[in-house]
């Protein structure tokens, strides 16, 4: 039996996707071989990654002057890269911080360049995201830095800022394919994959061309994003397993009816989960409701001692990964693309119930 895994990521993936990867793991549409046993220069694999850049391109909307580079190292790498390929050794870049991402951000940052925290959220316990105009960005920055959704604070930010002429880059880790995004409006946007694209491993970076060709001279081969982009990605044997799995849960996004319905679904779900929250005196969310997350949403039992059974009880009831992250406490659900809303009804059900018994 499946459960319902609210896991934050690595996390649920749609079971039609592992349906179809079971039932071609032994012998890829005819080739006689697995996908993991091919080699990355062979045509089947080249055909694999480019039907999936392909349908990354025609998903998100990705104007042709953008470069989708598909890399390894993680969100976490892409900290050091974006440093390394925009920014000049002593130069300034702007960083919004709105919790524990955008801080791991800022502290890779600052190995590279120098920092300018533009705004810092901090008196609202990282509650809130700035309001819509009040950044002030120096016209010098290198950039402006942001985390699109804090997928351990359940901040989402509900508008693009606005950056001017200085080019704006953005952490979609946790949020990235779960509704439209004007990919015009970013230089660069970076998502690790084990959120909403499939499994861990693989690292995706939508560039703006004209942005390419600052990077400094000693970037690592593999986090350079020109040289990575003139190699199609494939600079070194990539992540091809993962690669192709992107691709199948791509395809199956697309079968969804791509952006536009996965938004419309996904606010049904955030609607029905805070929706419980907001009428109950017994949960709470701590979020501005300007800012809640779609894709992670934290909620508090009014006593810390019920998380365990709550989260005992979940288990019982085949809900899986619902615990806080080890920072936090409390509890947290991660409603990605795969997350039914059968899922997230389970879930209420269940929050009610414990409710009735211990409120
Ligand atoms: N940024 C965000 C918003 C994340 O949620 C995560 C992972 N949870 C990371 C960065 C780090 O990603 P990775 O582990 O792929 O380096």
């Known amino acids: 039996m499946r459960v319902y895994n609210f896991s934050a990521g690595p996390a649920t993936m749609p079971l039609e996707v592992l349906e179809r990867a079971q039932s071609e793991l032994t012998d890829w549409r005819g080739s006689g071989m697995s996908v993991t046993e091919m080699s990355h220069r062979s045509p089947e694999f080249v055909s694999i990654a480019a039907e999936a850049e392909a349908r990354m391109r025609s998903l998100l909307g990705v104007p042709d002057d953008y470069a989708v580079l598909f890399l390894q190292g993680g969100a ?38 120098d920092v300018r925290v533009v705004a810092d959220e901090k008196d609202s316990g990282y509650a809130t995201v700035p309001a819509p105009g009040s950044l002030e960005v120096p016209a010098d920055a290198a950039y402006l830095h942001y985390t699109l959704n804090e997928t351990i604070g359940g901040v989402e930010f509900p508008y693009v800022p606005d950056a001017g002429d200085v080019p704006l ?92 319905a996965m938004a419309q679904r996904n606010r049904a779900k955030a609607e029905l989960l805070y929706g419980a929250i907001d009428s109950s005196d017994f949960w709470s969310n701590p979020v501005d ?71």
């Open 289 to 359: 409701a300007d800012a809640r997350s779609w894709m992670n949403v934290p909620f508090l039992a009014p006593d810390p001692a019920l998380d365990k059974p709550f989260l005992a009880a979940a288990a019982e009831a085949g809900l899986s990964g619902l615990g806080g992250h080890r920072s936090v406490g409390g509890m947290r659900a991660s409603i990605y693309n795969a997350m039914p809303l059968e899922g997230v009804q389970a879930l209420v059900d269940l929050m009610t119930d414990f409710e009735k018994q211990n409120g």
């Open 76 to 113: 976490t790498g892409q900290f050091a890269a974006v440093p390394l390929n925009l920014a000049a050794v002593g130069a300034t870049a702007a960083y919004v911080n709105t919790g524990a991402w955008s801080k791991k951000a800022i502290a890779e940052g600052r190995n590279h360049l």
């Open 169 to 260: 880059v953005t952490d979609a880790s946790s949020t990235i394919l779960s509704r439209p995004l004007d990919v015009s409006r970013f230089g660069v946007i970076y998502a690790g994959a084990q959120k909403n694209l499939g499994p861990a491993g693989l690292t995706v970076v939508v560039v703006r061309k004209d942005l390419l060709g600052r990077a400094r001279p000693e970037t690592p081969s593999v986090l350079h994003w020109q040289a990575m982009a003139e190699a199609d990605s494939m600079l070194n044997t990539p992540p091809t397993l993962a690669w192709y799995l992107v691709g199948l849960v791509l395809e199956w996004v697309e079968q969804q009816g791509g952006l536009e």
